[in-house]
């Protein structure tokens, strides 16, 4: 399948370690926050949301960050395995239910 | 159950042709909605339906691109006198009316020669 995220930043990690990838978004005025994951071939893949009111959401492994004063949002994954392996993109919506626009992505690497 | 699928998976043509890509949602959802994805890129909203109608057609770059979903269920998205820069993967994704969540296709990986 198609190769997604040739030139996109890296994070390298060994199994087991926890990483953090990071965004930053430009639409203050957002309400709803996602991190999609996205393997070579496949489309987005729904991790996590969260929405402008909360600031810290937690699901299995994986927790969203979201710093509403500097316009940043984070996902952390706890022990990171290899089909963690993958592009991870955040999204935001500023009206529910609408377009979604997507930050740049980075693509995650676990190393065994 | 089944999850939103797009065909072709795969589509290459010349310069100058029309090509058709379909969307099939998640039956029962009422919103769908069309991106495109370039090479090392976030996926681009094109356009949004809410049942028949288009809500959202900004994104849509030209009046070479056009999209119908004519009894609310299944979309085609048509291009017309393709151009090679118009090479991507094309995504269509639905969600329930009033939901938030969307669920992505696999895409259609499309290349113009």
């Known amino acids: 399948g198609e190769s997604v995220g040739l030139h996109l930043p890296t994070l390298s990690v060994q199994e087991g370690d926890n990483s953090i990838i990071n965004c930053a978004y430009s639409n203050s005025a957002s309400d709803y926050f996602i991190w999609y994951k996205q393997e070579s071939g496949k489309g987005p893949q729904f991790i996590i949301d969260?929405?402008?009111?909360?600031d810290k959401r937690q699901g299995q492994r994986v927790t969203v960050l979201l710093n509403k004063t500097v316009k940043h949002l984070s996902l952390q994954i706890a022990a990171t395995q290899p089909g963690d392996s993958a592009v991870y993109f955040c999204a935001e919506n500023g009206n529910a239910g609408n377009m979604l626009t997507f930050g740049g992505g980075t693509r995650l690497m676990v190393k065994p | 159950g089944a999850g939103v699928s797009q065909t072709p998976s795969n589509k290459v043509t010349e310069k100058g042709k029309y090509v058709e890509l379909r969307c099939d949602p998640i039956?029962?959802?009422?919103?769908l909605y069309w991106y495109r994805q370039s090479l090392g890129q976030g996926p681009e909203f094109l356009i949004y339906f809410q049942g028949t109608g288009a809500a959202d057609d900004s994104g849509l770059p030209n009046d070479r691109f056009f999209a119908v979903r004519p009894e609310g269920s299944v979309s085609t998205l048509k291009i017309q006198r393709t151009e090679r820069g118009d090479s991507a993967v094309y995504l269509c994704?639905?969600?329930?009316?009033?939901?938030?969540?969307?669920?992505f296709g696999p895409g259609t990986r499309l290349t113009v020669l």
């Open positions: 994704a639905s969600s329930k009316q009033g939901g938030t969540e969307q669920f």
């Open positions: 969260i929405r402008s009111n909360m």
């Open positions: 039956s029962g959802h009422t919103a």
